[in-house]
């Protein structure tokens, strides 16, 4: 059973966004601001790229545009999983194409989602890589 995005609970999560459309990033913001994250913005792939390299603080989950400014989302992840191996990113594009896809996971994307991507989708997503599976042999 998926749990309604008002009834997820993510304080002390870091989850960034890198997109330049800003109806998008209004949209990721509303929706994940209602979980008690904390939501930090790129508008451009620089901007990403400088903060990652300078700021070594805890990332949970990455929201990334394939088309994004200055450096594209794709050598963003590169740039990324340099030093960051786990952090979760999903590639959430309009690119439909199988050599974006390809370009993406090769680059190290976790996941690959065309937009539109409805709220039920990224609720899925916070699920899978945000909160904890209690496991069938815990004690």
Do not use: W
């Not at 065309?114 to 709220?119: A, G, N, Q, S």
């Amino acid at each position: 059973m998926t749990l309604n995005y008002n009834d997820i609970q993510l304080p002390g999560k870091n989850i960034l966004i890198v997109e330049d459309d800003i109806p998008s990033i209004k949209y990721y913001e509303t929706l994940l601001k209602s979980t008690g994250a904390n939501v930090t913005v790129f508008r451009n792939g620089k901007d990403f790229v400088d903060f990652i390299t300078h700021n070594s603080g805890k990332i949970d989950l990455v929201f990334m545009d394939f088309l994004v400014p200055l450096v594209n989302g794709i050598e963003c992840i590169r740039i990324l999983r340099k030093d960051r191996k786990k952090v979760p990113v999903l590639m959430i594009t309009a690119y439909a194409s199988e050599q974006s896809k390809t370009e993406s996971l090769l680059a190290g994307c976790n996941e690959y989602i065309l937009k539109p991507i409805y709220p039920e989708k990224i609720v899925e997503m916070l699920e899978k890589y945000l909160i904890p599976q209690r496991s069938a042999t815990a004690v």
